[in-house]
């Protein structure tokens, strides 16, 4: 077999690593495109609401105007869930990607020191669940070690409420 292919422990973890970073990525992407997108629709379908109604267009009475309000709200709702569920798997990603950091660096270390020890038997089951799959699992998160949090209530819950207001305001 040609050694050029052989799969090696080091390998593995860099893959892993650059995989983890390339996954990061992504889900950074696509947290920014449903915040902005969110933003873009609820904003633009207001300032086209008040366009209209500032026309004399169309006419926006208060039962329209709670059921606008009630289709924000639950927009604004759906968009947050599907937010944290995003941010969710990212903060699984890089809790995986630096345990598998710290892993890398003791095996470095262990390695210019060239000692072998029974701890590397239980950092081999660590090895193999950073290796794994992380965003799809179960974790839990803990959101204190992680800044941020209040970033998408603030986006979400603003937005929800300028846009009702202006629903109300609007109402006749």
Same mark, same amino acid.
């Given at each position: 077999?040609?050694?050029?292919? /052989?799969?090696?422990?080091?390998? *593995?973890?860099?893959?892993? #690593?650059?995989?983890?970073?390339? $996954?990061? +990525?992504?889900?950074? =992407?696509?947290?920014?495109?449903?915040?902005?997108?969110?933003?873009?629709?609820?904003?633009?379908?207001?300032?086209?609401?008040?366009?209209?109604?500032?026309?004399?267009?169309?006419? /926006?009475?208060?039962?329209?105007? *709670?059921?606008?309000?009630? #289709?924000?709200?639950?927009?604004? $709702?759906? +968009?947050?869930?599907? =937010?944290?569920?995003?941010?969710?798997?990212?903060?699984?990603?890089?809790?995986?990607?630096?345990?598998?950091?710290?892993?890398?660096?003791?095996?470095?270390?262990?390695?210019?020191?060239?000692?072998?020890?029974?701890?590397?038997?239980?950092?081999?089951?660590?090895?193999?669940?950073?290796?794994?799959?992380?965003?799809?699992?179960?974790?839990?998160?803990?959101?204190?070690?992680?800044?941020?949090?209040?970033?998408?209530?603030?986006?979400?819950?603003?937005?929800?409420?300028?846009?009702?207001?202006?629903?109300?305001?609007?109402?006749?």
């Amino acid at each position: 077999m040609n050694r050029d292919y /052989l799969v090696t422990v080091d390998n *593995l973890i860099k893959d892993e #690593l650059d995989g983890k970073a390339i $996954a990061i +990525a992504r889900y950074d =992407d696509m947290l920014w495109k449903i915040r902005s997108g969110y933003a873009v629709i609820l904003y633009a379908s207001i300032g086209l609401i008040a366009g209209l109604v500032n026309e004399e267009t169309i006419e /926006l009475n208060r039962t329209t105007a *709670l059921s606008i309000s009630v #289709l924000i709200f639950g927009f604004s $709702a759906f +968009a947050a869930f599907l =937010d944290y569920s995003f941010m969710r798997s990212k903060l699984r990603v890089v809790t995986y990607r630096d345990r598998l950091t710290e892993f890398a660096y003791r095996r470095a270390s262990d390695l210019m020191l060239e000692e072998e020890s029974k701890q590397e038997q239980g950092e081999k089951g660590e090895l193999l669940e950073c290796l794994k799959n992380s965003g799809e699992r179960r974790d839990d998160i803990n959101w204190s070690q992680w800044t941020g949090f209040w970033r998408p209530p603030i986006l979400y819950g603003g937005t929800c409420l300028v846009c009702i207001t202006a629903a109300t305001i609007l109402a006749k």
